[in-house]
């Protein structure tokens, strides 16, 4: 009635392997993820993900667990992982 796509027809999603965390979103609780997360809002909870980027408007309340990591925004937590990248904004 409101689609005009056939019933067998597949819908492609966009499975690039990041997630975005935009910056008016704000996530209470743990985050964990296999893939990338990229960060540009608020997490109060600890983070578990393979490869991180914290963008400046990012922060991060909670400890970090990843393999990569790129900081450019705010982290209130202990941070462990095997690649850490601190940019010239970063505040830890």
């Avoid at 743990?30 to 991180?52: H, Q, T």
């Avoid at 980027?53 to 925004?73: A, I, Q």
């Amino acid at each position: 009635m409101f689609s005009s796509k056939k019933k067998n027809q597949k819908v492609n999603l966009n499975h690039s392997g990041r997630s975005l965390i935009g910056e008016t979103l704000h996530i209470e609780g743990d985050l964990r993820s296999p893939g990338s997360v990229d960060v540009a809002g608020l997490i109060n909870g600890n983070v578990y993900v393979s490869n991180m980027k914290l963008f400046e408007s990012g922060s991060v309340r909670g400890n970090l667990e990843v393999v990569k990591l790129e900081v450019d925004g705010h982290v209130e937590g202990k941070i462990i992982g095997d690649n850490i990248i601190l940019g010239k904004n970063a505040v830890i």
